[in-house]
């Protein structure tokens, strides 16, 4: 059964419902995998073993049955980011206090994809906080990327693509608030999909007692092809129940043939310059979408500076990011913006000052992200999809140092930390769907996503324009130790 570590969940689901396999021995095979190569990871951090196995027989039950109403990905193993709701199991969020916080119910989208008919064994790994490009924590420890053990496998859906690239599950889901789906997507060589904001509705996917969506942040899918992307998207969208008596789904495919396409190259910027090695990576993309007659503007950008997306987002990441932190981390990031000089207009100043904003600079800067979805809006009437980076280098060593004095080395120069969230952000701030999909490999064998930004809602050109890409060698590949 070697040969079903790496293929794709739809190929899974179909080859259960051929009775190649059935779910129960999948599930089997996973498991094995899990035991043969997770401590090494950590990427799995909960399972759900005995509960996970019942369902498997319950999905070939349902089969041998012949029933005909079966989900998409009926019999599929899958693991999920920890941060998900999964009734039974903490949900913890990498935060020590929360280690005995235990599910009562699934979230939704966990409802939704049981009911497309995932079998799901188990939770990954995440940050403190969801807040890293890294995956540690002190209740689960640290996950390694399978490509190379020493380096990170992003964050903060870390886990997530360490799984899925080291062949242990049949398909993830993740989050993304700053890259958290994206950036572990590209240093794992996995596909992975930030949706529309709120296109998928994350209840169930919060701290304790939360209902109501929190401001840029998503959950979407990982997986190992981009038919995965949109089977999952597919099944965990559409209006939570609250809205559901007048709103429904209607995401349009992808029509148009790439000789059709107008495609907007944001090849580098001078925000986050990227390493030469990435670069490369756009430029074979470029060529290839080229030789498959699409039109090319490498100098196409929407009617607002780079500058002012990026400062308008870092308002609204800090004022969202901080409001989750308790009262008393809470007050002294308080004092700590009294104390600033008035003066001080530096980045780290605003930084501080942007944590603990009132709802009156929230309204200000929601205001300029409103004037910046608009002027998206009329860009996209002339440009299919924007191609960028989305991050500026390929994996890194693991760093648990102090935030504020981690560096990333870009052309063999040291970069700051979190300038990495600029490509994130392109997407995020504006709400816009983004599909990061493999583009091969760097001279030192580690993988390069890139990302395809679309419309709003234009979920399923991304994801479309990735599937064809796909077809032309721009897919998964096993890491060597995993094979």
């Given at each position: 059964?070697?040969?079903y570590?790496?293929?794709?969940?739809?190929?899974?689901?179909?080859?259960?419902?051929?009775?190649?396999?059935?779910?129960?021995?999948?599930?089997?095979y996973?498991?094995?995998?899990?035991?043969?190569?997770?401590?090494?990871?950590?990427?799995?951090?909960?399972q759900?073993?005995?509960?996970?196995?019942?369902?498997?027989?319950?999905?070939?039950?349902?089969?041998a049955?012949?029933?005909?109403?079966?989900?998409p990905?009926?019999?599929?193993?899958?693991?999920?980011?920890?941060?998900?709701?999964?009734?039974?199991?903490?949900?913890?969020?990498?935060?020590?206090?929360?280690?005995?916080n235990?599910?009562?119910?699934?979230?939704?989208?966990v409802?939704?994809?049981?009911?497309?008919?995932?079998?799901?064994?188990?939770?990954?790994?995440?940050p403190?906080?969801?807040?890293?490009?890294?995956?540690?924590?002190?209740?689960?420890?640290?996950?390694?990327?399978?490509?190379?053990k020493?380096?990170?496998?992003?964050?903060?859906?870390?886990?997530?693509?360490?799984?899925?690239?080291?062949?242990?599950?049949?398909?993830?889901?993740?989050?993304?608030?700053g890259?958290?789906?994206?950036?572990?997507?590209?240093?794992?060589?996995?596909?992975?999909?930030?949706?529309?904001w709120n296109?998928?509705?994350?209840?169930?996917?919060?701290?304790?007692?939360?209902?109501?969506?929190?401001?840029?942040?998503?959950?979407?899918?990982?997986?190992?092809?981009?038919?995965?992307?949109?089977?999952?998207?597919?099944?965990?969208?559409?209006?939570?129940?609250?809205?559901?008596?007048g709103?429904?789904?209607?995401?349009?495919?992808?029509?148009?043939?790439p000789?059709?396409?107008?495609?907007?190259?944001?090849?580098?910027?001078?925000?986050?310059?990227?390493?030469?090695?990435v670069?490369?990576?756009?430029?074979?993309?470029?060529?290839?979408?080229?030789?498959?007659?699409?039109?090319?503007?490498?100098?196409?950008?929407?009617?607002?500076?780079?500058?002012?997306?990026?400062?308008?987002?870092?308002?609204?990441?800090?004022?969202?990011?901080?409001?989750?932190?308790?009262?008393?981390?809470?007050?002294?990031?308080?004092?700590?913006?009294?104390?600033?000089?008035?003066?001080?207009?530096?980045?780290?100043?605003?930084?501080?000052r942007?944590?603990?904003?009132?709802?009156?600079d929230?309204?200000v800067?929601?205001?300029?992200?409103?004037?910046?979805?608009?002027?998206?809006?009329?860009?996209?009437?002339?440009?299919?999809?924007?191609?960028?980076?989305?991050?500026?280098?390929?994996?890194?060593?693991?760093?648990?140092?102090?935030?504020?004095?981690?560096?990333?080395?870009?052309?063999?120069?040291?970069?700051?930390?979190?300038?990495?969230?600029?490509?994130?952000?392109?997407?995020?701030?504006?709400?816009?769907?983004?599909?990061?999909?493999?583009?091969?490999l760097?001279?030192?064998?580690?993988?390069?996503?890139?990302?395809?930004?679309?419309?709003?809602?234009?979920?399923?050109?991304?994801?479309?324009?990735?599937?064809?890409l796909?077809?032309?060698?721009?897919?998964?590949?096993?890491?060597?130790?995993?094979?």
């Amino acid at each position: 059964m070697s040969d079903y570590a790496f293929l794709s969940a739809t190929t899974l689901a179909r080859l259960i419902r051929e009775r190649e396999v059935s779910s129960v021995e999948l599930l089997q095979y996973y498991l094995d995998r899990v035991d043969q190569y997770n401590e090494d990871l950590n990427s799995i951090i909960v399972q759900i073993r005995d509960e996970a196995m019942d369902a498997a027989k319950e999905a070939d039950a349902r089969l041998a049955k012949g029933e005909v109403n079966l989900g998409p990905l009926h019999g599929v193993p899958m693991t999920i980011k920890e941060s998900y709701d999964v009734a039974g199991t903490p949900t913890t969020w990498g935060i020590p206090e929360m280690k005995d916080n235990i599910a009562d119910e699934d979230a939704l989208s966990v409802q939704r994809m049981k009911r497309a008919g995932v079998v799901l064994f188990g939770k990954t790994n995440v940050p403190l906080r969801l807040s890293d490009f890294q995956s540690y924590n002190d209740t689960y420890g640290t996950t390694n990327n399978p490509w190379n053990k020493k380096l990170i496998p992003g964050g903060s859906s870390g886990g997530s693509a360490a799984t899925l690239a080291s062949g242990m599950t049949g398909i993830e889901s993740g989050s993304d608030i700053g890259g958290s789906i994206r950036n572990p997507a590209h240093f794992c060589g996995v596909f992975g999909h930030k949706p529309t904001w709120n296109l998928l509705p994350p209840r169930g996917h919060a701290m304790s007692g939360i209902l109501s969506p929190s401001d840029l942040s998503v959950i979407g899918p990982l997986a190992r092809s981009a038919d995965d992307l949109e089977t999952a998207t597919l099944a965990m969208a559409g209006p939570d129940e609250l809205m559901s008596q007048g709103m429904r789904l209607n995401l349009k495919p992808l029509k148009k043939n790439p000789s059709e396409w107008r495609v907007a190259v944001w090849r580098n910027d001078e925000m986050a310059p990227v390493d030469s090695e990435v670069l490369a990576a756009v430029d074979r993309v470029c060529e290839t979408l080229k030789s498959l007659g699409a039109e090319l503007d490498y100098d196409a950008r929407p009617e607002f500076p780079a500058e002012h997306h990026h400062n308008v987002y870092q308002q609204l990441l800090q004022m969202t990011m901080f409001c989750r932190s308790p009262d008393d981390v809470y007050q002294e990031a308080v004092e700590r913006a009294n104390a600033l000089d008035p003066n001080d207009q530096s980045m780290n100043a605003l930084i501080i000052r942007n944590q603990v904003g009132r709802f009156k600079d929230w309204i200000v800067s929601n205001e300029q992200r409103t004037h910046i979805r608009w002027g998206w809006y009329r860009f996209f009437q002339d440009y299919d999809f924007v191609l960028a980076p989305i991050m500026a280098r390929t994996a890194f060593p693991h760093d648990h140092g102090p935030m504020s004095q981690r560096t990333v080395i870009v052309n063999g120069k040291p970069r700051d930390y979190f300038e990495q969230v600029f490509w994130a952000g392109i997407a995020i701030n504006a709400y816009l769907p983004s599909t990061v999909f493999p583009s091969g490999l760097a001279s030192d064998g580690l993988p390069i996503g890139l990302q395809l930004i679309g419309p709003e809602y234009g979920d399923l050109t991304t994801i479309g324009v990735a599937k064809i890409l796909e077809k032309e060698g721009y897919g998964f590949k096993a890491p060597p130790d995993y094979q």
